[in-house]
């Protein structure tokens, strides 16, 4: 198993966390993984994306352009990146950040209302959190189990008592995101 994933948004929705703890949760799971943050100055406000692979096997190169998996919080990341899901892959995006859906036919595409099941649960928090754990719905890349031992390893210990907070928005992303049709 191999999966080459780019996840991006806007510098503060918890993306560049988001695949930090991806790529931990690989780790902890004996799993050869890499994680390359893109950002520029304006990394609050401004487009960040990260890079992650997982795999069951030694990884040639970080380098990728095209990608199995995409996950997009803001238009300008799914304009960016839709053309770069390879054809068979997955497209996540929170309906939230995105004026105009994704149109391809031969990706499956997802979508999940993070934002909304953030304000939901009254954190924003775990915006990011609730989109990993939609991701692990569609495509298990790493085990929740895995998952939680990597935010015990990244969070600082001052917030290890939030942990549980992320498990449930984990779970809660799982039951959020909705396979879109085909138009």
């Known amino acids: 198993m191999k999966k080459e994933i780019i ?34 100055p304006e990394q609050r406000g401004g487009t960040a994306n990260v890079t992650v692979i997982v795999s069951d096997e030694r990884i040639s190169s970080p380098i990728l352009s095209r990608y199995d998996i995409a996950i ?11 053309p770069k899901v390879k054809p068979g892959g997955i497209l996540i995006y929170d309906s939230y950040g995105i004026i105009n859906p994704p149109t391809r036919t031969d990706i499956e595409i997802f979508s999940i209302s993070a934002m909304d099941k953030a304000a939901e649960m009254k954190n924003s928090k775990i ?54 049709s085909a138009k």
């Open 72 to 82: 997009v919080l803001n238009q300008p990341s799914l304009d960016k990146f839709e």
């Open 7 to 40: 996840i991006s948004g806007f510098g503060g929705q918890g993306v560049l966390s988001m695949g930090k703890i991806l790529a931990y949760s690989g780790l902890m799971e004996g799993k050869e993984v890499t994680w390359m943050p893109a950002y520029g």
């Open 127 to 180: 915006f990011n959190m609730i989109v990993l754990g939609g991701l692990l719905h569609v495509s298990p890349v790493v085990t929740s189990a895995g998952l939680e031992k990597a935010l015990y390893k990244t969070l600082p210990e001052r917030h290890h008592s939030l942990i549980p907070l992320n498990m449930d928005a984990l779970r809660a992303g799982g039951e959020v995101i909705e396979k879109v």
